[in-house]
């Protein structure tokens, strides 16, 4: 008897939805996988002020996916016959949530490019003093930090995380040594170290 009744359709919404959240997940779980790549690829890595201009493409290249993101989520919201270009009003916010969220993970991923690049480029040890300035502000995975000549918001030349003693050593003298392999690219720093002040070593010197 139970064999003639009706059985009830399947609901193709509840599978679509399924796959768009497992979509989602998915792509979330990459892009927090790349951008903490990114930051431990940049954290011992100085680039050097010669790529500031590939540094400034790569900004704009975010700033246009970041753009570009949002043309493509209006006109797939919008469900117009042409669609057009900027889609519509209502849906704009969501769009540029999306945005955003394009914008910020392309800002926190692309620096990740110099170190790799780095890596592929002809290098040769170094060894240099430069002088840093150090900060213990609330930077959030940048706290306690030396920051290098140049280091700006374009271009972050600066070492994260210091340990107590070695940040008090570097605040001390305001001078850093720092041990790596150098390219066209930056520097991979392997070791370093408070350098002597200029008065202290002048004071050496007879």
């Known amino acids: 008897m139970d064999r003639d009744m009706p059985q009830p359709a399947p609901n193709p919404g ?68 042409p669609p057009r270009l900027l889609g519509s009003r209502d849906t704009a916010s969501l769009s540029a949530i999306y945005a955003v969220l394009t914008l910020v993970f392309l800002y926190v991923f692309l620096p990740g490019l110099l170190p790799l690049l780095h890596r592929f480029a002809p290098s040769q040890p170094v060894v240099l003093i430069e002088p840093v300035q150090m900060d213990a502000g609330s930077a959030r995975g940048c706290r306690k930090r030396a920051s290098f000549p140049g280091d700006s918001l374009w271009m972050r030349r600066r070492l994260c995380k210091l340990d107590p003693a070695s940040y008090g050593a570097l605040a001390k003298t305001g001078r850093i040594e720092i041990a790596g392999s150098a390219s066209y690219f930056g520097i991979a720093v392997s070791q370093f170290k408070a350098a002597p002040a200029v008065e202290d070593r002048d004071d050496h010197n007879p």
């Open 14 to 81: 509840l599978d679509l939805n399924w796959r768009f959240t497992v979509k989602i997940v998915l792509i979330v779980v990459v892009a927090m996988g790349l951008m903490s790549w990114s930051s431990w690829a940049c954290e011992r890595f100085l680039p050097s002020p010669d790529v500031l201009w590939l540094k400034l493409l790569l900004s704009a290249c975010a700033v246009a996916a970041a753009i570009c993101t949002f043309i493509v989520m209006q006109r797939g919201f919008d469900l117009r016959s």
